[in-house]
């Protein structure tokens, strides 16, 4: 959940510090703190409450002395509130050492009484000061700062990364990662470490990750990696395939809108190399092999939020396509009801950061249970991946906003392209059937674009309109109930409302009862050119819900006539095959989102509450 950067290097470790914060500030933002080692090797501290902004204000007004080493931190608040005094970094040993930390530390209750038992004193309610205690304790008997992480990391259970520094040892920062994440960046005489490789991409793109249970001890010109028992650990580089700018709003009023208006960027980007004369070939699967794939009786993907929707909607193409039965399951619920998987079992992991701690237990569990294990992840050097068997990146470029919107399409498109090879391997579909389907997606960038270019004005009029709305309802049927669940989700996410989607079939189920005259409804209307559409079967839910006072606002294919009498507005979207139309639809509404809470005068880039990254379980 928490920003985290690592400097050494020359006399610039402000600078880096606070680049690397605003680029992970989307990570968490309750509070937000540095430490740095002067020229004389003197710990300065500054720490506070609130956004990163506060902090750099408080810096500019009352500086303190750059220097060669520092970290710093950015809070999403678990153990203790968002204060000055729960802002990180912790100190630890008489002030003379500097923690941070992301995760939990799930027995610090135990250990903060053992410390208090031998008379420590704390100043802070985190479970994070009890780390920086122990490392103190622990340097004060080894006069060695990576054995004393590795003494306590030992002690510690749950998911977290630490950053330690101390003035007995300026140029050195050193940290350990277990179920949290923490990478590497290379540079020349200076050397970095992130939570994610946005902390330090605008002073290098090479980068090392590092893996589970492992310590990294980094200097000006040395980095070293090592298991929690000090066993040397092989590492293995990778470039960043994004420079610095792309992090960067780019004149965008914000950064939700710079990466709606990439939605077409991102299907084409994750479309890229992997169609060859209008077959899908996925070397990136090669790791399991077609033989086993063919095999393959039953695939589970697992998701959270935003990737679980995707999920639906991968779901329905690969059951069509490759004639495999699908499930489609939370992450969190899915280790805890002793699924049924085997080695014939393909799962299925989706996450944009690829550090979703729910998700990446559950393809632990897979792993454990002999399943292959296939992650779609956003981010290199991501832990998911690197747990899996196989991984397809989606490249969709980084994404800030805490509310996801180009990475869902990227998701579908990756979870499309695995549906189509696997329709080849198993040979579902015909050479010229894959093919035609290739092209219904290679038209998809273009017709998001489309949308953005003809509905912006008009989503956004209507959104400053229903600036005073309290609930909105989101109906739509087969590959359209995805859609309505995470245009729901958009709305809680970002307006702070109550949003609710449902399968348009379950309306009259019990739904129907929160139907009340101007009770706004968003319906994703079916194609009526598919013989086999549902079309029909949705306009007579807006029919009925109409006739019960609803305000209806459907989002419908255009030249679609039939349903103009009963909607009060419609947004038109291009046409497209069945299973192409949620790229189309779901656009709308993210813009809608965004756009109704820019009008409720909402921070639509860091919702509150909400963490990029979901990095505990």
Known sequence: MCGIVGYVGDSKSLEVLLGGL????????????VAVLDADGHMATRKRAGKLQVLVDDLTDRPIANGATGIGHTRWATHGGPTDRNA???????????????????NFSELKQELLDSGATFTSETDTEVAALLVGREYDETHDLTESLRRVVARLKGAFTLLVMHEDQPGVVVGARRNSPLVIGLGDGENFLGSDV?????????????GQDQIVTIRTDSVVVTDFDGNPVETEEFEIAWDASASDKGGWSSFMAKEISEEPEAVANTLLGRVHDGIVTLKELEPIGDDVLAGIDRIVLIAC??????????????????????????????????????ERTLVISISQSGETMDTLM????????????????????????????????THAGPEVAVASTKAFVAQVTALYLIGLH???????????????????????????????RVSQAEIGQLAHWMTDTQSVLFLGRNVGYPVALEGALKLKELAYIHAEGFAAGELKHGPIALIEPGQVVIVVVPS??????????????????????????????????????????????????????????????HIFGMELASAKGLDVDQPRNLAKSVTVE
């Open 198 to 210: 946005a902390a330090f991409v605008e002073f290098t793109r090479r980068a090392v990750a590092i």
């Open 305 to 342: 939020g935003t990737a679980a929707y995707a999920g639906m909607l991968g779901k329905y193409a690969i059951e069509q396509w490759s004639r495999i039965p699908v499930d489609v399951e939370l992450s969190h619920e899915f280790r805890y009801r002793n699924p049924i998987i085997n």
């Open 528 to 589: 009526p050119r598919d013989p086999d559409s549902l079309h029909p079967k949705v306009v007579s839910n807006i029919q009925e819900i109409r006739a019960r006072g609803a305000r209806v606002i459907a989002i419908a294919e255009k030249g679609d006539a039939s349903v103009l009498p009963f909607a009060d507005e419609v947004i038109p979207i291009p046409l497209a095959g069945h299973l192409f139309e949620p790229f189309l639809a779901v656009v709308p509404l």
């Open 88 to 106: 990180h970094p912790h100190l630890g040993d008489d002030g003379k050492l500097a923690l941070i930390h992301n995760g939990i530390i799930e």
């Open 362 to 393: 559950a393809v632990k569990y897979a792993m454990e249970h002999n399943a292959r294990v296939l992650s779609v992840c956003n981010t290199q050097g991501a832990t998911i991946p690197r747990e899996s068997h196989a991984v397809v990146y």
């Open 422 to 452: 696997l329709a080849r391997v198993r040979e579902t579909l015909t050479d010229a059937e894959i093919r035609a389907n290739v092209a219904e997606l290679q038209a998809v960038p273009d017709k998001i674009a489309e949308v953005l």
């Open 22 to 33: 605003k680029r992970l500030e989307y990570r968490g933002y309750d509070s937000a703190g």
